[in-house]
């Protein structure tokens, strides 16, 4: 009986001997990840459990509220932001580390007609002759992509004429699903959103110049929560890596040289 049960006791020991390394180590990473960049970082995230066996948790949200949040003691180890200012803000308020800031991702704007009320649009020509109810916006003070787009409203000299027919999302995801669902006739998104492999999304759309608005710099950041967690650490490498960078670039984004 003794030998029966000291032979399991071996066959134990030799099944764990052979359980992957990389799972009895593995890691979670908590990330918070504006919404425009959701859809990549999800297949970034396969990637990265699939190298290196740790799992990347998403929280998406405007990048204003994510901030707010992690002033207010959120669980997050890693932001990834939609602008350069709130990365910059955590790390002089000491809540980012210092050192570890960059941009992962520069963002490209878009002005974009879908369902039934599709316009063909070649410029901004389509907004001034004011054949539309409704146009949908991110909310400027939060979301950095409604801070582009009222940019370059206030560029054109219409700002103050399209204040009856601005729908503001609470972040661009929403902005996006007003267009979709034809409570509004035209939007301002990310073009990120509109090259998303795994969604069709019917109508036309025109690129912003660049030079329209602010440089949408997308940072990372490092929090001080996370200082010890090397998991973190080795995501933030990861999403610098050629192999990354590729696919940042597939979903619309420009890379800072």
Not at 36 to 48: D, G, I, R
Not at 85 to 90: A, M
Request: proline share 3%; glycine share 6%.
């Amino acid at each position: 009986m003794y030998k029966r049960k000291l032979a399991c006791a071996k066959g134990l020991l030799f099944v764990l001997f052979l359980l992957p390394v990389s799972d009895a180590l593995a890691e979670e990473v908590r990330v918070a990840v504006a919404s425009n960049f959701l859809v990549p970082l999800k297949k970034l995230s396969q990637e990265f459990k699939t190298l290196t066996g740790n799992e990347a948790v998403l929280i998406s949200g405007s990048t204003g509220k994510l901030y707010a949040q992690i002033k207010q003691g959120a669980p997050f180890d890693v932001l990834l932001a939609a602008d350069s200012l709130r990365s910059q803000l955590l790390e002089k308020e000491g809540i980012g580390i210092a050192g570890s800031r960059f941009t992962y991702a520069v963002g490209r704007l878009a002005l974009w007609s879908a369902g039934s009320h599709r316009f063909a649009i070649k410029d901004l020509q389509v907004l001034k002759q004011k054949n539309f109810r409704y146009l949908a916006i991110a909310n400027p003070k939060t979301a950095p992509y409604g801070k582009a787009a009222k940019q370059v409203l206030i560029k054109q000299g219409i700002w103050d004429q399209l204040q009856p027919r601005l729908v503001r999302g609470e972040n661009i995801s929403q902005t996006l699903q007003f267009v979709v669902s034809e409570n509004a006739e035209l939007g301002f998104v990310a073009l990120s959103q509109l090259k998303d492999n795994g969604v069709k999304l019917m109508g036309t759309y025109w690129t912003v110049p660049a030079d329209w608005h602010d440089p949408i710099r997308q940072q990372a950041i490092l929090l001080k929560r996370a200082q010890t967690n090397e998991a973190a650490r080795e995501f933030l490498n990861f999403l610098k890596s050629d192999r990354s960078q590729k696919l940042i670039e597939s979903y619309g984004y420009s890379l800072e040289k």
